[in-house]
């Protein structure tokens, strides 16, 4: 990972955000439908639809070449290639299938994040709406300061600003929510494909010690294979060892208890109380979530230095994770 | 793995083995100008190619996507999501990273492939060779059973069948040892990304702790972000796990000390005494490997019931690798 800790493209340039809100960049055909706030998640959704095309196609490739290898090897007329190249063509051919549900994996993923994209969109007019009306005042009093008119708009301008509040609120609350839910079901999704996969590659390892590439001279005859038990058991073994894999993950707990206005679920009961100025985690009561341990972020966790290493076993180099809020995948 | 324990495609069809050797199959134009015998292989390593270009091509679009959600994350305007983003996109980009690098250890397995198959397409010369020679005899015999030509051709014929059997012993040598050392190097590339993959989605899902998801009322103000110190320490964290990261693999040991003859290094000194009757592994005495242990399969190590869990600390559960003979990858 020799690279900088930042990836990010537009350090110096103009960061988007400084973009006209209104309008549509042409600078590309593909989201000049999206409203200006959309246009970035959009194309990375549309990205990610090429990414998961690719571990498809990957996992395709992976079968067809699994049944290639197998029938090579029994055309060979070589007893223990023949073994063999079949056995680690059933493997091969389980790698394939992993790959496939990897690529499923990233698509849950990215259903997640169209749920970003799709509270940006809606948000967009109400912050155009907003940004309207407080152009209108700027040039009214300008040209006319003593206007009637005014009064009006700065009436639907506090309107606008309330109605852009609660967009503002649904907007943070279903990105920070849904952002954290995708990228864990991606991360899952990696490890799951990861550990899979290390199980069939190890037993392949073992499967390829069956074969004797002692060299013989012209003549000779190779000494009779007699590890077709001995193969036959190693597929029962990666098979074994697949069915009871079960993710060991670090929780990703989720904080949020939206209700589907994207508020959280207790702001209906608390507004009249609350008035805007909650921020105190303990004041909000969770109506929704009674049963269930409320907790800050808890620094502990995020202790520096900690190793990940791979494997279920070093899991335990972790703190146990915190009881209760809904954890994702 | 709910699959059949064989994935070979032509149990009871007509196997190519039983094909004709002479002629060219016309049902595909890829591999028509190779020789029957290795026109499987020939096929199965182009297909390798293409399982190559899918990793490639995601190992691409990773690092485009990395990118955009890092550019998506700065134009929200939320410290966090901003930071965070930013650092799972540099975890993201090395993900792509250890694609590439996939599609490298694959295209090396690959080249390995090619070994058999140029040797079987040189092979093939010499058993049409034999096949014709034994075909003009038979026809002649039931022609003209007294032609003085038969002697000629029975003398051939010795000659064919003696360049023949040490055609067929090379084609047998390469294509054990080059199986053997194909498929470790594939399975060790294979266990290689997903062992690093697995550090860092690990470290990903502690990144995605540092957001803070709890919902917000409308007009409520976020508290300030205060993990940029965590977060940057996550991905050092990650970076020194992949550092320190080092295969540990069963040995896939190989037993073949071929020369360039594709003989055994012993063989061009004892063919005279070994007179195509070598069968004992012990009467090989392999000079070039005089410091070398030389060991049969070890059946032991072919225990059954074992099971293979990922990561390097059950890597001990397994009898240790033995001594000596050059191991693969």
Redesign the interface.
């Known amino acids: ?1 020799n ?8 350090k110096n340039g103009s ?3 400084a973009a006209p809100r209104h309008g549509f960049s042409l600078s590309s055909l593909r989201g000049t439908v999206q409203p200006e706030l959309s246009k ?2 959009y ?2 959704i549309k ?2 639809n ?2 998961i095309q ?2 498809e ?2 996992g395709k ?2 079968l ?9 090897g ?5 007893d ?2 023949s073994d ?7 493997l091969l ?3 394939g ?1 992993q790959e496939d549900l990897y690529a499923h994996g990233i698509d849950d993923s990215r259903a997640i994040l169209k749920a970003i994209r799709n509270t940006e969109k809606s948000v967009q007019p109400s912050r155009d709406h907003k940004a309207k009306i407080m152009d209108e005042i700027a040039k009214l009093k300008a040209k006319e300061p003593e206007s009637a008119k005014l009064v009006t708009l700065e009436q639907e301008l506090v309107r606008a600003e ?1 109605e852009n ?2 967009a ?2 649904q907007l ?2 279903v ?3 849904k ?2 839910e995708a ?2 079901t991606e ?2 999704a ?2 799951e ?3 899979k ?10 499967l ?16 009779p294979y007699e ?1 077709t038990q ?1 193969a ?13 894999w079960r993710p060991e ?2 929780d ?7 209700e589907n206005n ?3 679920s207790s ?1 209906s009961q ?2 009249q109380t ?1 008035d ?4 105190d ?1 303990t004041t ?1 009561q969770h109506d929704h979530s009674a049963g269930q341990q409320e907790e ?2 808890d ?1 502990s ?2 202790s ?11 899991h335990t180099a972790y703190a146990p994770s915190e009881a209760g809020t809904s954890a994702v995948a």
Do not use: C
């Open positions: 990972m690279r900088a800790l930042s990836i990010r493209s537009n960061s988007s955000s970035k998640l194309k990375l990205s990610e090429h990414l690719s571990y196609q990957a490739e992976r067809s070449i699994a049944s290639q290898l197998s029938d090579w029994e055309a060979t007329n070589d223990a290639i063999i190249s079949d056995k680690i063509g059933v051919s389980e790698l299938e309330a509040l609660v503002e609120a943070t609350n990105t920070r929510q952002m954290k990228y864990a991360f899952a990696t490890i494909r990861a550990e996969q290390i199980i069939l590659a190890r037993h392949g390892r073992r390829l010690n069956l074969i004797d590439d002692t060299p013989v001279i012209p003549g000779d005859m190779r000494a590890y001995q036959r058991q190693i597929l029962n073994d990666a098979e074994d060892d697949l069915r009871d993950l670090e990703v707990p989720s904080h949020a208890q939206l994207l508020m959280p702001a608390h507004r609350a805007g100025s909650v921020t985690d909000i800050p972020l620094q966790r995020i520096s230095g900690t190793s990940v290493t791979t494997g279920p076993v070093a």
